[in-house]
C-alpha cells in the first residue's frame, strides 16, 4: 500500500483541514472548566454576538446546532406534510433529507449542464402547495455562485409567502466583492433567510453552530422550536474567540482558496471539466457512469474519501498534500 494510502485524505465532508487557532483552542479549554454549568436557557448572548458583528438587531439572528439545525427549524415551522420545498439538484443532502423527516416534497430541479441552480426552472416549480424554496451560494456540490442580478430577478417571482432560504454556508470563500449584499436583499424581502455557519471557514464543525438572518416575524417563527439549553457554551466560546481571531483565520481561508485553484487546475489539465468554485471543493462532472465508478475504485485504492453525487464526484480542498494524492491518484 502506498504511503498516501497509509495516511489517508478525508475530503468528502467539506471540513476546513486546519484544527482550531491555538487561541480558540485556549479559549475552549477555558470554557471546559465550567462544564458542570447550564449554558443560557435559550441563547441570548450567541445571537447578540452575531448580531453585532454582521450589523443587524440581534432579534433578527437565530442560532441552532449548526446551519442543519436551523434548516431543521425552518422545515418544522413552515412545511406540513405533503407541502413543496423546491431545491436544485443535486444540492447539500440535508436539504432532501430534512423535507422528507417534516413530510414535506423535495421537488428537485436539476443544475444545468454547467453546474449553476437554474433559477428559471426552480421559480416554474413553484406552485401553490410550495412552502420553501432553497437556493445555496456557492452551491454545495459545484461551488457555483448566484449572481445579484440573477438572484434578484428570481426573488422578484417569488410569492411573498413563500420563504426563500438562501444558504451561504460557504460565503466566507468569496471574496468580498464577489458576494452578494444579503443585508439589502433582506431589507427588501421579508421572506427571505439567509443561513450562515460556522463548520466550514471558521473551523467549528464539532461544535455545531449555524444561524439564520431574516425579518422579525420569520425568525420569531424559527426561534419557536429551538430546544431548551441546546446550544453548548463550547459554541459561544468558540464564536467569540475565532471572531478575535479572525485576520488569522483569513489567512487560512486563502490558503484554502489558492489550493482550490491548484486543484481545479490539477484536475482540468488532465481533461476533467471542473466548474469554477468559489467554495472549499471542487465538483468533477459530466463524467459517464463508467468513469464515475473507475475513479470510485482509484481513490478508494488510494485512501482518499470523496463524496459521490447523482451527476459527478465532489472534492474537498484540504492541504497541499491533499491535492498532490488527488492529482497523482486519477492521473
Ligand atoms: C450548503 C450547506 N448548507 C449547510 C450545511 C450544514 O452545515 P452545518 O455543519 O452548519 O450543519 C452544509 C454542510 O456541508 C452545506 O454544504
Known amino acids: ?8 485524505h478525508q475530503l468528502s465532508l467539506n471540513e476546513n483541514p486546519y484544527g482550531p487557532l491555538p487561541s480558540v483552542r485556549e479559549a475552549l479549554s477555558g470554557a471546559l472548566m465550567s462544564a458542570n454549568r447550564y449554558p ?18 440581534a ?34 443532502d440535508g436539504y432532501p433529507l430534512l423535507t422528507a423527516t417534516v413530510g414535506g416534497r423535495a421537488v428537485e430541479v436539476p443544475l444545468t449542464v454547467d453546474g449553476h ?18 437556493l445555496c451560494s456557492p452551491h454545495n456540490p459545484t461551488g457555483t455562485c448566484l449572481g445579484r442580478r440573477d438572484l434578484q430577478d428570481f426573488l422578484d417571482r417569488i410569492s411573498p409567502s413563500v420563504t426563500v432560504v438562501l444558504d451561504e454556508a460557504y460565503i466566507d470563500f468569496v471574496a468580498p466583492a464577489q458576494r452578494v449584499p444579503s443585508a439589502e436583499l433582506l431589507a427588501r424581502y421579508r421572506n427571505l433567510v439567509v443561513m450562515r455557519t460556522f463548520s466550514k471557514a471558521y473551523g467549528l464543525a464539532a461544535l455545531r453552530v449555524g444561524y439564520a438572518v431574516g425579518s ?3 425568525i420569531a417563527r424559527i426561534r419557536r422550536w429551538q430546544l431548551p439549553f441546546g446550544m453548548t457554551a463550547l459554541a459561544e466560546a468558540g464564536v467569540r474567540a475565532c471572531y478575535d481571531a479572525e485576520q488569522e ?15 481545479t487546475t490539477g484536475l482540468r489539465d488532465l481533461g476533467f471539466a471542473v466548474p469554477t468554485s468559489s467554495a472549499n471543493f ?30 459527478g464526484i465532489r472534492i474537498t480542498v ?10 497523482a491518484s486519477v492521473s
Open 40 to 57: 443560557e436557557f435559550i441563547p441570548r448572548r450567541l445571537p447578540e454576538l452575531i448580531a453585532q458583528r454582521l450589523g443587524f438587531p
Open 249 to 263: 483565520l483569513a489567512l487560512r481561508t486563502a490558503a484554502i482558496t489558492l489550493e482550490c485553484g491548484r486543484l
Open 59 to 92: 432579534d433578527q439572528i437565530v442560532v441552532g446546532a449548526g446551519a442543519t439545525g436551523v434548516i431543521m427549524h425552518i422545515l418544522q415551522e413552515f412545511v406540513t406534510p405533503g407541502d413543496g420545498v423546491v431545491m436544485g439538484s443535486p444540492t447539500f
Open 1 to 8: 500500500m502506498s504511503q498516501i494510502a497509509e495516511l489517508g
Open 117 to 134: 441552480q437554474d433559477l428559471t426552472a426552480m421559480a416554474d416549480a413553484v406552485d401553490p402547495r410550495t412552502r420553501v424554496v432553497v
Open 216 to 218: 422579525v416575524p420569520v
Open 282 to 311: 471542487v465538483y468533477l462532472t459530466g463524467c459517464p457512469p463508467s468513469e464515475i465508478d473507475r475513479l470510485r475504485g482509484t481513490f478508494t485504492r488510494d485512501g482518499i474519501q470523496v463524496k459521490h453525487c447523482s451527476t
Open 318 to 327: 484540504g492541504d497541499a498534500a491533499a491535492t498532490d494524492a488527488v492529482v
